[in-house]
Nanobody
């Protein structure tokens, strides 16, 4: 069982930045691939960013809507993953969730076994 706790959300003006954190309780955190998803009011939850191991290399993946503005990083020693969000737009307003998986395609929600409770990000225009 992995417990994930997100933090760092808040209210920011358009063009501003926030850094979300996702802290894990599990000591084997480094074996999990982590994804960030978000859900805006009235919309389905969507993929934002993730990392994934392939042939002994860790790669990062981003939704087109955030590519170039958001940066995924992780600190295995702290069992924490970060999402640096720059040049925020009002359409980035959503609840952001981190999730952990050990298998499958990074963009599919059903492949994630553990989810955090979410953190609200609100971007004002």
């Amino acid at each position: 069982q992995v417990r994930l706790v997100e933090s760092g959300g808040g209210l920011v003006q358009a063009g501003g930045s926030l850094r979300l954190s996702c802290a894990a309780s599990e000591g084997t955190f480094s074996t999990y691939n982590i994804g960030w998803f978000r859900q805006a009011p009235g919309k389905e939850r969507e993929f934002v960013a993730a990392d994934s191991w392939f042939q002994n290399n860790r790669n990062e993946y981003y939704a087109d809507s955030v590519k170039g503005r958001f940066t995924f990083s992780r600190d295995n020693a702290k069992a924490t993953v970060y999402l640096q969000m720059n040049t925020l737009k009002p359409e980035d307003t959503a609840i952001y969730y981190c999730a952990a998986r050990t298998r499958g395609y990074f963009g599919t929600e059903g492949n994630y076994d553990y989810w955090g409770q979410g953190t609200q990000v609100t971007v004002s225009s």
